[in-house]
């Protein structure tokens, strides 16, 4: 079964406008992790930003939040104030106990930042 | 700080040969995973060590093995190369995996295409 979902495989966004990034995960495990990750064209994985089960603050890293509703198991990626240099493919990434602490990634989403 | 580094960055192999791929981590890193990145699967975890031992492997055939040394480079080899094993291969490193805070720092990846 898959772990992680995102059922946006592409989003367009205008040059200054906030964007969500949906994702769903499913775990029994009652610790676990929550990332999510940026892939510019060049394949660098680059971290943006972490939320822990237990946090029970929406995690923000500058113009990324992440929108984390447990009971619903989903943890949506929102960028705010897009910027040209935003688009990319985005991966939400789960780590839990149960798979040995190895990360599951989505299929991620491409995000076009038009002008 | 200097980031994860592989190497090579791209290269290309026939079905049957096979290949080595390096990875130095970020100073005083210990873990190192490995992960493969295709079109069709996405990203996949292949294996992860730590301290010299692999600690985790993910579903792959016995033809992917690992290694890690101990200033914690690691390298990753595929033998017997399938046109299937062409993929995007991506080294990450963190202090330690068995937590579930913290991210893992990835390199640029070795695009490895199989002919």
């Known amino acids: 079964a898959q772990k992680i979902t995102q059922t946006q495989p592409g989003m367009f966004v205008q040059e200054k406008e906030a964007v969500t990034l949906d994702c769903t995960y499913d775990t029994s495990d009652q610790s676990y992790g929550l990332f999510w990750y940026k892939q510019p064209s060049s394949g660098e994985m680059i971290f943006l930003i972490y939320?822990?089960?237990?946090?029970?603050q929406n995690a923000t890293e500058g113009r990324y939040s992440l929108n984390f509703q447990k009971a619903r198991k989903s943890a949506n990626l929102v960028i705010s104030a897009s910027q040209l240099g935003d688009s990319a493919m985005y991966f939400c990434?789960?780590?839990?106990?149960?798979?040995?602490?190895?990360?599951?990634f989505g299929k991620g989403t491409s995000l076009l930042v038009t002008p | 700080k200097a980031g994860v580094t592989q190497t090579p960055r791209y290269l290309i192999k026939t079905r049957g040969q096979q290949v080595t791929l390096s990875c130095s981590p970020i100073?005083?890193?210990?873990?190192v995973s490995w992960y493969q990145q295709t079109p069709g699967q996405g990203l996949q975890f292949l294996f992860e060590?730590?301290?010299?031992?692999?600690?985790n492997k993910g579903n792959f055939p016995g033809r992917f093995s690992g290694r890690q040394f101990s200033n914690s480079r690691s390298e990753m080899n595929v033998s017997t190369l399938e046109l299937g094993d062409s993929a995007l291969y991506l080294c990450?490193?963190?202090?330690?995996?068995?937590?579930?805070?913290?991210?893992?720092?990835f390199g640029e990846g070795s695009r490895l295409t199989v002919l």
């Open positions: 060590y730590f301290s010299e031992t692999q600690r």
């Open positions: 939320q822990g089960s237990y946090d029970e």
């Open positions: 990450a490193s963190s202090f330690d995996t068995v937590t579930n805070t913290g991210e893992l720092f």
């Open positions: 100073s005083g890193h210990r873990s």
């Open positions: 990434a789960m780590r839990e106990r149960n798979s040995g602490y190895a990360l599951n």
